[in-house]
């Protein structure tokens, strides 16, 4: 079949951020044991609470085991293989952008990312992650006006120690699983942000995470806490250059929105797939989770997924205070030997709470693109409601779409409901489009972005366009 | 868990037969249940050990039958009573199958399957004697409505097998029964080949008194161009496991596929169904309904697998669940499996009380609370046993499972 051939075709684009960044970086040695850990820590001019809190968590890391039943084929990482640290060389402490590394700024600038003073003017406020240290965070004093709290995690553990301490670990606990275990115990930088109560903040903020290094993993740690009656639009972004080894990346983030509060999160995951054999790629195993505390209050999680050999991801909520609302919207592309387990967890425990998952999946070439979820309705979740919907799109016959959805109900006064469905792009819509004069590379987008037009709605404005331009990337180019 | 020590300190069987000997050396090396498989299964080990704590003493199982044999017509077959059967017509004919043939057909089926999967069958073949197993090879298309039992007798652990051939087109309605008895476990396991061109319209009721555990096991492989339907209902059962796996062996075939588990008190009751498609143009049209009252657990999953070679592949899974009480629970988990790009592939879940408009629907309309929830019920029960093979004036499922 021809037009088959040509969607096979259409989806292969070869990854653009690939590039290396040469710079001067300082790593630790690979392994890992308590010493790298008080290593870090020391590093980090840690308080002694967080020390513990490491080790408390390596501890309970070593008992664990690698979870399995993803059913997900990847050789064992060798977890002392590689190196925990691993920052660019810089001052001790930079006042002003001026003084960030040139080369770090160009890096940033070729992917397209606003640090510097001219591209300030997009209103984005962007936290830099360049492998395990923040570099840089823009407009800092303008959030500060509004009370925003915006900066590196790093930071945060020093200025705004109280809230760590208070929060950290509250939503993910250190021995949450396997990944967030070892996660807790080494993590290096990240994004930290606080809302103060009834503060719409005035700019959407993001973090973007680049991974420059081919042996150091990547662990970042993103806390946000939205107070009463507040809001933030956050957006994440990630990128790594091309390797043949795999580079581990086990984040964990933590949301908490308080009474009427709001956090809505996006991520665009733009991380190294690895070659069409297979070879190199991320491993991009995360925990991300929000808890609704407030009464009424709103964690939105919307992903696009569409790089790293493995991601293993299911940014959860957990629906405690009443009338509260999860919503997850995802579009998950794979492509040549790529694997996705991906969906989220609403957990429903108090009354009136109310949950949507929109989910859809596009795989093509030889990947395996799996939906896993788990909607629970506790006993005392009267009146609570779900709906998911979770579709997929095969492009070729070796591609797999699996759905697993887990649905658990203690509660008669509730209602969930599940669909899901499977389909292809058709010869005959292909044909239609083509009749009308539209080119064969455009049609195939054009059915894709309707496909995930569901989940495009709910991106901000700034991340749909970069959402739009990285699916478009990867269905256009090799035709016409 | 009685049974699984005796399996490990080799105490189960003292003379064990080649196929015993085979399964017993299976799950020796898989030594289920577990605590992580159970939680994987969305059951819980501790319901699941009911089932096995009984010893295996191969009483003689008595069977009280639930009505009485309306017409001649019908045939009545009851597992492990030495009813010998031999028929040849002049439009269809039923025969015994010899024991090397069923020896052979068994051998042959666990040889290759994964031992996690047929734990249950495994265990059956350990327990099940020669004279608990039933086998017949049956042709024609003008088959008298067959019924076959199958009980456990009170105290013990009983095993039965039930071997099916069905020879090219023939047609047949079948009504399997499975009784419990008290305080008893009952493991039933069962196969059907159909072969090309035949339809199976298969009716499985299994009940129980106070205590009655079932493990219940069906296999079924479909050549091409065969139809297979079934119509399950379980009820009354203190744990039971209905574990369904369907094979269209070459594809274009059609499997429909009707469930309806009603759990009370303490009862636990789980289906789980795996449908294969190994060819193209299959189709799946399935729906599986809970209800579950007290402090009891409805359990379904279903696994639909459509590998590169069946395109065309049309399949739908619907699973409808209702809880009706504040302490029962609810876990369903439909699943989808694809490869194969051109099919049409849906399944949907839904939990949920019983309607309320429809309830004030009716009061308006001068009925009571309890009338108006019973009529609700009744109707959500019969979408399902309405297909079961029997007609009502020989046993009315919905007066039984309404009382």
Not at chain 1, 331 to 341: E, F, G, I, M, R
Not at chain 2, 149 to 178: G, R
Not at chain 2, 256 to 262: A, H, L, T
Not at chain 2, 351 to 379: C, D, H, P, V
């Amino acid at each position: 079949m021809v037009s088959e051939n040509l969607v096979k075709d259409v989806v292969s684009e070869p990854y653009k951020y690939g590039f290396v960044t040469d710079i001067e970086t300082e790593k630790i040695s690979k392994g890992l044991n308590e010493d790298t850990i008080r290593l870090i820590s020391e590093k980090k001019e840690e308080p002694e609470y967080l020390l513990n809190f490491r080790l408390n968590a390596f501890r309970k890391w070593q008992k664990m085991e690698e979870p399995n039943w993803a059913d997900l084929g990847y050789k064992k990482i060798n977890y002392q293989d590689i190196i925990y640290y691993s920052a660019p060389k810089q001052k001790e402490k930079i006042s002003s952008l001026d003084e960030v590394d040139p080369k770090l700024l160009e890096t940033f600038d070729k992917l397209g990312i606003p640090l510097t003073e001219q591209k300030k003017l997009t209103n984005v406020a962007v936290d830099a992650v360049f492998d395990s240290v923040s570099i840089a965070t823009t407009f800092r004093k303008e959030l500060a006006e509004h009370g925003v709290i915006f900066c590196s995690i790093s930071e945060a553990v020093k200025d705004h120690s109280n809230l760590i301490e208070k929060y950290l670990g509250s939503v993910v606990p250190a021995n949450d699983n396997y990944f967030a275990a070892l996660n807790s115990a080494v993590f290096s930088d990240g994004s930290f942000v606080y809302i103060p109560k009834g503060v719409k903040c005035p700019m959407d903020l993001s973090s973007y995470f680049r991974i420059n290094s081919g042996d150091s993993g990547q662990f970042e740690r993103t806390l946000i806490i939205a107070e009463e009656s507040s809001s933030v639009s956050y957006l994440e972004g990630c990128t790594a250059p091309m390797f043949d080894t795999n580079t581990l990346h086990a984040a964990v983030v933590e949301l908490i929105t308080l009474d009427d509060a709001s956090i809505k999160y996006s991520t665009v995951q733009n991380w190294y797939a690895g070659n069409e054999e297979g070879v190199g790629g991320i491993f991009n195993f995360v925990t991300k989770r929000g808890k609704c505390l407030g009464k009424r209050s709103k964690i939105s999680w919307s992903q696009v997924e569409t790089g790293s050999a493995i991601t293993w991801k299911y940014p959860s909520c957990i629906l405690l205070g009443e009338e509260s609302v999860g919503e997850f919207y995802s579009v998950a592309l794979t492509n040549n030997l790529q694997q996705a387990d991906t969906g989220t967890k609403m957990i429903h425990i108090g009354p009136r709470t109310k949950s949507t998952i929109v989910s859809k999946g596009i795989s093509a070439g030889n990947s395996i693109n799996s939906y896993r979820g788990l909607v629970k309705m506790g006993s005392k979740a009267s009146g609570s409601r779900n709906y998911s919907q979770c579709d997929s799109m095969l492009i070729g016959d070796q591609a797999a779409a699996n759905t697993f959805p887990y649905i658990q109900s203690q509660q008669p006064n509730s209602e969930i409901e599940h669909e899901a469905s499977t389909c292809r792009i058709s010869e005959d819509q292909l044909f239609y489009l083509q009749s009308r004069g539209i080119e064969f590379e455009e049609a195939v987008s054009m059915m894709v972005s309707g496909f995930c037009r569901d989940v495009f709605n709910q991106l901000p404005m700034e991340f749909a366009a970069e959402a739009d331009k990285l699916l478009a990337l990867k269905l256009e180019g090799s035709v016409g | 868990m009685q049974i699984i020590e005796e399996i490990k300190n080799n105490e189960l069987i003292s003379n064990p037969s080649e196929i015993q000997k085979i399964c017993l050396d299976k799950l020796k090396l898989n030594p289920l249940p577990n605590i992580k498989s159970e939680y994987w299964r969305l059951s819980n080990k501790s319901k699941f050990s009911r089932f096995l704590d009984h010893s295996n003493k191969n009483k003689e199982s008595k069977i009280n039958l639930p009505y009485k044999k309306a017409s001649e017509n019908i045939i009545r077959l009851i597992i492990g009573e030495n009813n010998s059967i031999n028929l040849e017509e002049e439009n269809y004919s039923i025969k015994e199958l010899r024991e090397i043939e069923v020896v052979d057909f068994i051998k042959k089926n666990i040889s290759n399957v994964n031992p996690n999967d047929h734990w249950s069958d495994l265990l059956n073949h350990c327990l099940s004697s020669k004279e608990n197993i039933l086998g017949l090879n049956i042709s024609g298309n003008k088959i008298p409505p067959l019924e076959i039992f199958s009980a456990s007798s009170p105290d013990s652990l009983n095993a039965k097998t039930l071997i099916l051939f069905f020879e090219k087109n023939s047609k047949v309605d079948l009504l399997q029964i499975n009784q419990g008895n008290e305080n008893s476990s009952l493991s039933q396991s069962t196969y059907f080949c159909l072969e090309e061109n035949t339809s199976v319209n298969h009716g499985v009721v299994s009940y129980g008194e106070s205590k009655s555990n079932l493990l219940n096991s069906l296999n079924v492989m479909q050549k091409a161009q065969s139809e297979y339907s079934l119509a399950s209902l379980h009820f009354k059962l203190n744990y039971a496991r209905f574990e369904i796996s369907i094979n269209q062996l070459d594809g274009n075939a059609k499997t429909n596929i009707k469930g309806i588990q009603i759990t009370k008190n303490n009862d636990q009751i789980a289906t789980y169904t795996q449908m294969k498609f190994n060819g193209p143009n299959g189709f799946l049209n399935q729906i599986n309904k809970s209800l579950a009252d007290g402090k009891s657990h409805a359990v379904f999953e279903g696994s639909i697998i459509v590998p590169k070679i069946a395109q065309k592949t049309d399949a739908s899974q619907l699973s409808r669940n209702i809880l009706l009480s504040r302490h029962a629970k609810i876990d369903t988990k439909p699943q989808l499996e694809i490869i194969a790009d051109d099919v049409k592939c849906k399944h949907g879940a839904t939990i949920s009380q019983l309607n309320e408009e429809e309830i004030f629907y009716m009061r308006s309309r001068g009925l009571t609370l309890a009338e108006a929830s019973k009529l609700q019920l009744s109707s959500y029960i019969q979408e399902i046993i309405s297909s079961i093979p029997i007609s009502k004036d020989r046993w009315d499922l919905l007066d039984k499972i309404l009382k």
